[in-house]
Every structure is written in C-alpha cells, then in structure tokens.
C-alpha cells in the first residue's frame, strides 16, 4: 500500500511514519507499505525522517498536490496550522482552502482513501469555562471536564466548536462527506484528542491537568486508531452505525464516509466513543490516570 502523509514532520506524522516503516520492514510481503512523507519547506532542516517531498501545500494547486499523491492508494493528511489560536484569516488561507485542494487532488489522483485529521475541538465549546470578559480575552483552550453533559460528548451531538481552528475542522469533515458522498471516495475523519511528543499527560501545566485526562491520546493508541481508519471497510455493512457515520449518495446509497473520536479509553473521558470504536474495530489500550497514579506513587 502506497500511503501519503501531509504534515509528515508534527508529532502524529513522525509516529505514523516510523510505524509503517517498521511494518514494511517487517512485512511478510502480505502488506507492503510505501511511504511517501510531504513536509513544509520550513522543515527541510529540521526533519530527520528520511526522504521526502518539501512543498508549500497551502500554495499549491490541486493539480500540483495531485502529481505528489500519484499511484497512492491512502493519504493521511495532517497538514494544517493546529492552534487553537489561530487567527481566522491564517484558518481560511492555511486550513480551509489547503482542505479543498486535497481533497480535490485525491480526485484527481485517483486515490481511494483519505484519513482526515480532524480535532477534539470541534465538539467543546459546552465544556468551555465561562465566557471570559471581554471577549477579545477568549481562550480556547480553557476547557473544564466538569461542564461535559451527562452521558458525555456523542457524535449524534451537534458540533460545538471552540475556535475558528475547530470551524475549519467542521468545514474539512463537511468537506469529507462532499467528496464521499459525490465522487465515493472514502473518508474517515478522526477527531484526536491531545497528543504529547513526550507521550507523558503529566507533564502538562497544572491549569490543563483535568483537560489531559479527559482527552488523551497515547501515541500506541495513535497509531492504532489511525491503522484501523485505514482498514476498516467502506461503506459500513452495520446498518445502525450508518445513522451516525453514514452519509446519502446517489440515489440514497449509502457513501463511504465515517467519523470517530481518536482517543484513549481515559477513565474520565468526556467523549462517547463507542460508536465510533465499534464502526472501526478500534480498542484503545492507554488510560491517563494510569500515569497520574504513577507519578502520585512516587
């Protein structure tokens, strides 16, 4: 399998890029994994991960994006300003319009298969601390745990998010069921949760401690929930999780599209991730408090 990461240099794209190195290493022949990273020129002397295409993505045409994903079977794409403070022109220009021209270039390069990576906060402004005065002080990443509704966070909510970085992300997974529900290309959309270089939830300043734990995400548990959105058959033949994932083509046919939360199964987890774990066959292994009791016993 031919598979192309964007954004290949942050933290996820560095996990996923060794993983499927190993694989290939040690594959049997049954799987055989090729690796087609793409960073930002900004990276050239930063990135150690081996060969690579440099391109400024966000100033590339589809046509241009499409030469780079040629013969790819997937891609991963993970290019994109993360910051929840982002400003909403950098959003647009950056994020927003870069999506579109992926998902255009998947088209034209007759790729089968897009993972997408979307975000835990297109789903958080209800677990938001009370709007902050005046608003031009707002933070997004200022999140209390305790504000989450009973029950928790399901995908059959509507979104919620908390910065124009989470608009954006609502807008690529809008796009996502577009492209799958009119050209068939098949889309998983994951909203990940906070991922550390260092894999440590502790590690954190002590305002974000309860907001970790809520929303870890293990690098082990990355990896696999990123393996399975590249496995997992589409469309899905469980009727019942079609009524969350699912999305009308044609003619009422079901399209490949899917949508899940990326998170480790975290004993004070804010996000019903059943449904989602179900529809990939995804089973998170990491818990944060395991940490937090470690360092407490210490």
């Keep these: 399998m031919r598979i192309v990461i964007t954004g290949a240099s942050g933290v996820v794209g560095t ?16 799987t055989n994994y090729t690796i087609v990273a793409i960073c930002h020129p900004n990276d050239l002397t930063s990135y150690k991960g081996g060969p690579a295409l440099y391109l400024d993505l966000a100033k590339c045409s589809p046509s241009e994006i499409a030469r780079a994903f040629d013969g790819a079977e ?7 300003l993360s910051s929840a403070l982002t400003p909403w022109e950098d959003v647009v220009n950056n994020n927003i319009a870069l999506d579109q021209k992926v998902f255009q270039a998947c088209i034209l390069a007759k790729v ?8 835990n906060h297109i789903n958080h402004i209800v ?3 009370p709007p902050p005065t005046p608003a031009s002080s707002w933070d997004p990443n200022n999140h209390d745990p305790r504000f989450t509704p009973p029950g928790g966070i399901s995908l059959h909510d509507p979104i919620s998010p908390d910065s124009y970085y989470a608009v954006g992300k609502a807008f690529g997974e809008a796009l996502g069921r577009h492209y799958s529900a009119r050209y068939g ?23 974000k401690t309860e907001y ?3 929303i870890y995400l293990s690098h082990e548990d990355c990896v696999g929930v990123f ?19 699912g ?9 490949p599209f899917l949508v899940a939360y990326a998170v480790s199964h975290n004993r004070r987890g804010i996000f019903d991730t059943r449904t989602g774990n179900k529809a990939l066959g995804f089973a998170p292994r990491s818990d944060s408090e395991r940490f937090f009791l470690k360092k407490s016993n210490l």
Excluded: F, N, Q
Excluded at 113 to 118: C, D, E, G, K, Q
Excluded at 247 to 255: E, M, Q, S
């Design 15 to 30: 996990l996923l890029r060794k993983h499927y190195t190993k694989e290939r290493e040690k594959s049997d022949g049954s």
């Design 74 to 80: 997937a891609v991963i794409h993970l290019s994109a």
């Design 112 to 119: 089968r298969r897009i993972v997408y990576a979307s975000s």
């Design 127 to 129: 677990t938001m601390k």
């Design 185 to 207: 290309l098949e889309v998983v959309c994951l909203r990940i949760g906070w991922i550390r270089e260092d894999d440590d939830p502790t590690t954190v300043s002590a305002d």
């Design 212 to 214: 970790i734990r809520a």
């Design 227 to 245: 393996d399975c959105a590249l496995r997992v058959p589409l469309p899905l033949s469980d009727v019942s999780l079609r009524v969350v994932h």
């Design 247 to 255: 999305c009308p083509g044609p003619g009422g046919k079901a399209a």
